[in-house]
Nanobody, 123 residues
Framework: EVQLVESGGGLVQTGGSLRLSCLVSGITLDDHAIGWFRQAPGREREGVSCISSDGSRYFADSVRGRFTIASDNAKNTVYLQMNNLKTEDTATYYC?????????????????WGQGIQVTVSS
């Protein structure tokens, strides 16, 4: 059974930082891209960042320079480091996995999803 479990969300003030983790089981990061997506109330889900199995990365324009993504294949975990958070980053964040995917802005090709975790940035 494939499982993706997000952790590390919570409430933070503007300018603060959070690190989200996506623990993956049932598949390996050696042949799966892991993407982070978010959805705010009343808005469509959007791609935030992604790391492919070859290490290439994608960042949405809205987070580039503030967010970084890294994988620890030994721990089967992908991290999303979020710095200088803004109120507009408030959303439910999801990680997803796609087999041998090239990272892209949308979620096409993502096969497995986590349950989501809330990130709230207060002013």
């Amino acid at each position: 059974e494939v499982q993706l479990v997000e952790s590390g969300g919570g409430l933070v003030q503007t300018g603060g930082s959070l690190r989200l983790s996506c623990l993956v089981s049932g598949i390996t990061l050696d042949d799966h891209a892991i993407g982070w997506f978010r959805q705010a109330p009343g808005r469509e889900r959007e791609g935030v960042s992604c790391i492919s199995s070859d290490g290439s990365r994608y960042f949405a324009d809205s987070v580039r320079g503030r967010f970084t993504i890294a994988s620890d294949n030994a721990k089967n975990t992908v991290y999303l480091q979020m710095n200088n958070l803004k109120t507009e980053d408030t959303a439910t964040y999801y990680c997803a996995a796609g087999w041998r995917m090239v990272c892209r802005p949308d979620d096409a090709g993502m096969q497995y999803w986590g349950q989501g975790i809330q990130v709230t940035v207060s002013s």
